[in-house]
């Protein structure tokens, strides 16, 4: 075994820290050369950028040069000059950089279940995508896949689109070998039950991220199902993205003890499946409705460790900016808000630029407002620490 081989498997066998990718890029260095120049850069530009806290100053001096490293690797893979992911070719569907290395994969259940190992061998893979959990040609099963051993080495697992049933959650919670998964996301067609997430966070006891983007199943019922459960304590990130969340479901999951550790609550869209448009289509947002969300989360009184705040489309108004605005002691902890798309006029923005609440943000999003586009030179002075 060369020395590179023995440390990518030492970053391989330990995948969650940072020091064995840095001594790689340190050994890069020593190499010399310029690829190995820029793989080293690589490395570190992305760790730096993943340990500073989002679209803070350090991430926001960062972003551009990741970007073109980022650009620059892309070009290299599409023309299979970029050593690193070569042998992935055919093999899967897509692939994700983490902290610098291949760290998730997007592929079918089927070649999981028949090669996971080698993946694993090859690269710290710790997240992983499906592909479709309902493909026509000898699918496997939801109960076969939960059997599978090979997902033990995960932290992130994504089934989006899987049509996943009540009883195939419960499967799911009782798989042995999910027991350190930190990540799910159930988004897209789904149709379980309010009282499977529940029962699916008893189970998995290391799990501490949902998501359910575009899940049009998910609704009132299930926040108010999953608000009520004591396993929501240590959920950190919670992403309702297009699912059918509204006023009332908020206002519950703002009133729960248990919700006291989200730190990411994403609710921007909402939307359904619509059989005759054959997909899913976003529903628009009365200001009404807007209105009645602000005023659940100025009334919050478990969002004290928030950080980020997604409401993107959700039609707030002028009136449900400046009910944010007043929100800084419910809401203290808050630096990043997405406002995009909410019908906001410059008489919202200033009431938020006037406030405790819009003076410590570190990332405001006001896109798809076409009264503000004239009014993007003030921004930056109106929000001083913030990426407007």
Known sequence: ???????????????????????????????????????????????KLTRAEPWS???????????????????????????????????????????????????????????????FEQDPI??????????????????????????SRLAKLELDGSALKTADLAKLGASPHLTQLRSLALGGAQSFNSAAVPKLLESLTALNELAFRKNDEFGDTHLNALAKCKSLSRVTVLDLSGTLVGPDGLSTLAQSKHAAALTVLRLGEIGEYDHMEEGYVTRENTLEEGLELAEALAEAKSFGNLKELNLRSRALGDDGAKLLAGSAKVLPALRRLDLSGCQLTLEGVKALAKSELGQRLLYLGLAYSPELSEHKKKFAKMFPLAHV
């Not at 959990?133 to 051993?149: D, I, M, S, W, Y």
Request: net charge neutral; proline share 5%; hydrophobic share 40%.
């Open 1 to 47: 075994m060369t020395d590179l081989q023995a440390l990518y498997a030492g970053i391989c066998a330990h995948p969650d820290e940072d020091t064995p990718r840095l001594a790689l890029a340190d050994f890069l260095d020593e190499e010399g050369g310029k690829e190995n120049a820029f793989r080293a850069d690589f490395i570190r530009t992305h760790i």
């Open 57 to 119: 100053l350090e991430a926001r001096e960062t972003f551009p040069h990741w970007v073109k490293l980022q650009d620059a690797a892309m070009d290299r893979a599409r023309e299979h000059k970029l050593p690193w992911v070569t042998h992935l070719k055919s093999r899967v569907h897509g692939w994700f950089f983490e902290r610098g290395l291949v760290g998730e994969l997007r592929l079918y259940a089927k070649r999981f279940v028949a090669e996971g190992a080698s993946y």
């Open 126 to 151: 710790r997240a992983i995508r499906f592909v479709t959990l309902r493909a026509t040609n000898n699918p496997v099963t939801p109960q076969a896949l939960f059997e599978c051993p090979h997902l």
